[in-house]
C-alpha cells in the first residue's frame, strides 16, 4: 500500500469520525449507525498504520494485492450496510402506512359521530 494511500485513508477516517460525532452532538443521527461508520473507520486507520494486516489477509484470501484487498472489503462492508438500511426503510415504510391507515380510521370515525351528533 502506497504512503499516499495510506495518508489519504487515516485523513477520510478521521474526518469520517469527527463528522459522526458532530452529528451525534446536533441529534441528527442515532448512535447506532454513527457507531458502525467510527468502527469503520477505525478498522481503516488500523489497516493503514499496519499495513501488513491487508498484506497478511490479501495473501490468506489469495487476492492479489492489498490495496485490492482494502477496496474489496470496503465495497462488502458498504453493500452490506446499505443492504441493512434497505430492510430498515422497508420495515419503517410498513410501519408509516399502518399508522396511516389508523390515523384515516379514527378521523373517519370522529368525523361520522360529529356528523350524527348534529
Known amino acids: 500500500m502506497t504512503i499516499i494511500l495510506r ?13 459522526a460525532l458532530h452529528k451525534i452532538r446536533k441529534s441528527q443521527i442515532q448512535i447506532e449507525d454513527a457507531i458502525f461508520w467510527i468502527i469503520f473507520s477505525i478498522i481503516l486507520v ?20 492489498s490495496v485490492n484487498f482494502v477496496f474489496l472489503s470496503v465495497i462488502f462492508i458498504l453493500i452490506y450496510k446499505v443492504f441493512s438500511m434497505s430492510i430498515k426503510i422497508s420495515q419503517m415504510e410498513y410501519r408509516i402506512k399502518n ?7 379514527k378521523n373517519y370515525e370522529l368525523e361520522n359521530k360529529n356528523g350524527e351528533k348534529k
Open 7 to 19: 495518508s489519504v485513508l487515516i485523513i477520510v477516517c478521521i474526518l469520517t469520525c469527527y463528522y
Open 46 to 65: 488500523l489497516i493503514s498504520i499496519f499495513p501488513k494486516i491487508a498484506f497478511f489477509l490479501a495473501d490468506m484470501l489469495g487476492i492479489g494485492s
Open 99 to 105: 399508522l396511516v391507515q389508523q390515523i384515516a380510521i
